[in-house]
T-cell receptor, first 113, second 119 residues
């Protein structure tokens, strides 16, 4: 089955700096890669996603890049703000796995003033 | 659109009792619902995949006789934790998707979660 690794587990940045979180996946058949932001005790919130036919996608301060050959994808947050502080999860899914999501282990992002 | 609700949001029960959690898609028909468990400071772990009208598919290591899943309609799935024990205390989250309209995107819409505490 799919295995998703995520790094770093914790990330502390100064407000206004950029934050980058990286994930690798094992199943070359995976074709959908969402990123979620989860605040304590809340549901995961989809912030951006990318499909395997696209190499990069951007939405305001958030961007995701995908390298299918290397099987890794990254989340980039620019101009970080304190409200960006949360746990971020990457995930991967594909039709071969019944469209189920396999999550990374999470990154605790702290944006300091 | 794409709203998923869960009930209850929080439940405390005694060891040995059973607890039922409901997951509803409010404004779309969910062909597939997923149940996750999340322990403190850990990731979401898929427990089972539930397709409307058929038996759930459980992930390895998840006891199907302990975690009963029913997906009787396109808008409702239930998870029953039978004979709950303290180690079952966790945050249970459901998600739903409509494979007919997701455009192959596989996007899942998450419920708000249920915090289960077993005393």
């Amino acid at each position: 089955g799919e295995n998703v690794e995520q790094h770093p587990s914790t990330l502390s940045v100064q407000e206004g700096d950029s934050a980058v979180i990286k994930c690798t996946y094992s199943d070359s058949a995976s074709n959908y890669f969402p990123w979620y932001k989860q605040e304590l005790g809340k549901r995961p919130q989809l912030i951006i996603d990318i499909r395997s036919n696209v190499g990069e996608k951007k939405d305001q301060r958030i961007a995701v890049t995908l390298n299918k050959t290397a099987k890794h994808f990254s989340l980039h947050i620019t101009e970080t703000q304190p409200e960006d502080s949360a746990v971020y999860f990457c995930a991967a899914s594909g039709t071969g796995g019944g469209n189920k999501l396999t999550f990374g282990t999470g990154t605790q992002l702290k944006v300091e003033l | 659109g794409a709203v998923v609700s869960q009930h209850p949001s929080r439940v405390i029960c005694k060891s040995g009792t059973s607890v039922k959690i409901e997951c509803r898609s409010l404004d779309f028909q969910a062909t597939t619902m997923f149940w996750y468990r999340q322990f403190p400071k850990q990731s979401l772990m898929l427990m089972a995949t539930s397709n409307e009208g058929s038996k759930a598919t459980y992930e390895q290591g998840v006891e199907k006789d302990k975690f009963l899943i029913n997906h009787a309609s396109l808008t409702l799935s239930t998870l029953t934790v039978t004979s709950a024990h303290p180690e079952d205390s966790s945050f249970y989250i459901c998600s739903a998707t409509d494979a007919r309209t997701s455009g192959g995107k596989n996007e899942q819409f998450f419920g708000p979660g249920t915090r289960l505490t077993v005393l």
